[in-house]
């Protein structure tokens, strides 16, 4: 049997390296669209129903069509991942407003364009798990519809860049007021004085994690508060513990922001202890 990479495209199982979309679909030309990351973990993949519901709600804020049934998309994803053999790693979804002649309106007809790839990996490496992370302030530049998972992550881009050359894992976008809104592709959390979880309320600043949602339950069913309001960085650089969450880091302790050393410098107990309850959560099947 061949080990080579399969996507879908559009209706179609394509090898990897011969995959491609049109030079005119709006997403390569104007960012028109919208996309997931799903964990896959030991063949599973994790918490789908958050992430087909937040699809569908990008969609819909865009305007974009639903191109297919749930259950039909359920098929694809899992055959994209049969197909590639990943037992851990992610599956990527993406769809766009399709393809058409270059012009800022919405086309008349345009079919949805889709592609589906997975890949081992992309899951959160060991040592930052045990050690923690640092992380980088720079300025929020992105748009206020930051609710929408749209393909259009320029300013991401340019934020875990910046992070990357300061020698730090993941960046914090902090709004005008100094108040931390989430990271790069990750949402923020502290932990307060009191023990309690804190983290940005939903709102069209910072997108809605499915990591997020499904921690703040595991949380809660644990009896650790959770208290959602926004954090500035000076209450962050001060905080008990700090932590991200994203599909593909899972939750990873934070331990330096900028110049400053969190508490002693190692991963928190609270910290630890949602690592193990996320573990948890992973190794129980829906
Ligand atoms: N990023 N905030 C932003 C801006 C993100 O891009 C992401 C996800 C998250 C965390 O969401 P979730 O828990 O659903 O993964 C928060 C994905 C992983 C990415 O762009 O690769």
């Given amino acids: 049997m061949s080990l080579s990479r399969i996507a879908y495209v559009n209706g179609r199982y394509v090898p ?17 669209g919208v996309y997931e990351v799903m964990a896959i973990d030991n063949r599973r ?14 969609l819909r804020e865009l305007r974009i069509e639903l191109p297919m049934t749930r259950a039909a998309l359920d098929v694809v994803l899992h055959e994209v991942v049969r197909r590639n053999r990943v037992r851990n790693g992610i599956v990527y ?12 309106p919405f086309p ?17 490496n060991p040592q930052n ?11 929020d530049i992105r748009w206020a519809r930051c609710d929408i998972k749209s393909v259009s992550l320029l300013p991401n881009v340019l934020a875990k860049q910046a992070a990357k050359e300061a020698g730090g894992f993941e960046a914090w976008q902090v709004d005008a007021d100094d108040m931390i809104t989430e990271g790069s ?16 309320p939903l709102a069209n600043t910072i997108l809605s994690g499915v990591t997020r949602l499904v921690l703040k339950q595991l949380a809660e069913e644990s009896d650790i508060r959770v208290v959602e309001r926004p954090f500035s960085v000076e209450e962050a650089k ?30 928190g107990s609270t910290t630890t202890r ?13």
């Fill in 238 to 267: 001060n905080a008990r513990e700090a932590f991200i969450t994203s599909t593909t880091s899972f939750v990873t302790p934070v331990v330096r922001i900028d110049d400053r050393v969190i508490a002693n410098g190692r991963p």
């Fill in 16 to 32: 990897h390296h011969a995959a491609g979309v049109h030079i005119e679909d709006r997403g390569y030309q104007f960012a028109d």
């Fill in 45 to 58: 993949l994790v918490d789908m129903t958050p992430h087909y519901d937040r699809l569908e709600r990008s």
């Fill in 274 to 286: 949602l690592i193990e309850l996320y573990d948890q959560h992973l190794a129980t099947p829906a």
């Fill in 185 to 200: 592709s990750t949402n923020a959390w502290i932990v307060d004085a009191d023990g309690n979880l804190v983290t940005r």
């Fill in 108 to 124: 008349k007809r345009a079919e949805p364009a889709v592609v589906v790839t997975a890949r081992r990996g992309g899951r959160p």
């Fill in 93 to 104: 979804l993406q769809v766009t407003r399709g393809v058409a002649t270059r012009d800022h």
């Fill in 129 to 139: 798990r045990e050690e923690g992370v640092a992380v980088v302030t720079v300025p």
